[in-house]
């Protein structure tokens, strides 16, 4: 079994910055895509960034020249680097990965529990 776990969630002003972790733990033979996903009350659930095993990145339109997304491949681990929040960033944010199993054939799809963050004065 595969388990992502998110950090770095909280409370934040407006204007101000948040850190989100991601790490990986678990069996598997490797991580593909490392992504961040949220979902605010009422709406579905949107890509914020996505990054692949070569550091090609992707951001959505609405956090580009705000959030960087970034992994360390040693550690597992995928990060989501937020500055000038805003309170429409509010959302719970979770990590999704793809990954190659043991004996499974072509990528599973693993989510994370989600971490809340709150823009907020």
């Known amino acids: 079994q595969v388990q992502l776990v998110e950090s770095g969630g909280g409370l934040v002003q407006p204007g101000g910055s948040l850190r989100l972790s991601c790490a990986a733990s678990?069996?598997?033979?490797?991580?593909?895509?490392m992504d961040w996903y949220r979902q605010a009350p009422g709406k579905q659930r949107e890509l914020v960034a996505a990054?692949?095993?070569?550091?090609?990145?992707n951001y959505a339109d609405s956090v580009k020249g705000r959030f960087t997304v970034s992994r360390d491949n040693a550690k597992n681990t995928a990060f989501l680097e937020m500055n000038s929040l805003k309170p429409e960033d509010t959302a719970v944010y979770y990590c999704?990965?793809?990954?190659?199993?043991?004996?499974?054939?072509?990528?599973?799809?693993?989510w994370g529990q989600g971490t809340q963050v709150t823009v907020s004065s």
């Open positions: 678990g069996t598997f033979v490797s991580i593909n895509s």
């Open positions: 999704h990965e793809h990954v190659f199993l043991p004996r499974v054939v072509g990528l599973s799809s693993i």
């Open positions: 990054i692949t095993s070569g550091g090609s990145t």
